[in-house]
């Protein structure tokens, strides 16, 4: 009988022991699943911090984002470039002489170069204002080459003395 009462102490202690170690093999899966939900819901949290933050970046941004985007010859813009340049030569009377255009790939996706030599022919003040506002147009200018003459032949003795400038350039476009 107190073999049978021991045999029975031990088989509930085994039981017992057996149902502990069940109970908290699960619990440490149940705290395991929380962790990760609990890591997810974090990251979400972290993630939609970032959205909130970069939106109010972007919307902090428009008008420097605008202003690089001015920088750049828009797509298929190269003719309205070109009208431009005429349009300012005609209002300084000066007269505008393209002799190259071309495009070129640079290493930048997305991006090409507009290479152009031109020739402008006229009074000190239109060649000098046609210049000058060439360097100030939205579109970023950069001169390869640059030359500044008197054409004292063209003018003669004349006070409208021709002026001519020479000037090799590229503008970056989007393609």
Not at 51 to 58: D, E, P, S, V
Not at 79 to 104: D, G, H
């Amino acid at each position: 009988m107190k073999n049978k009462k021991l045999s029975v102490i031990i088989f509930l202690a085994l039981l017992a022991t057996t149902g502990y170690v069940l109970f908290f093999r699960e619990l440490q899966k149940k705290n395991i699943q929380f962790e990760k939900i609990r890591l997810e819901i974090e990251s979400e949290d972290m993630r939609e911090v970032k959205l909130r933050f970069l939106g109010r970046g972007l919307l902090d941004t428009v008008e420097e984002r605008d202003m690089i985007k001015g920088a750049f010859i828009k797509k298929d813009g190269e003719v309205a470039f070109v009208e431009n340049l005429e349009k300012m030569a005609k209002s300084l009377e000066v007269t505008l002489e393209i002799n190259s255009l071309a495009i070129k790939e640079v290493e930048v996706d997305g991006v090409e170069k507009l290479s152009m030599r031109i020739v402008v022919d006229g009074s000190w003040a239109g060649v000098y204002k046609f210049l000058t506002l060439l360097q100030n147009f939205p579109e970023s200018v950069e001169f390869s080459r640059f030359s500044l003459s008197r054409n004292e032949g063209a003018g003669g003795k004349d006070k409208n003395i021709l002026w001519r400038m020479s000037a090799d350039f590229d503008v970056l476009k989007l393609k």
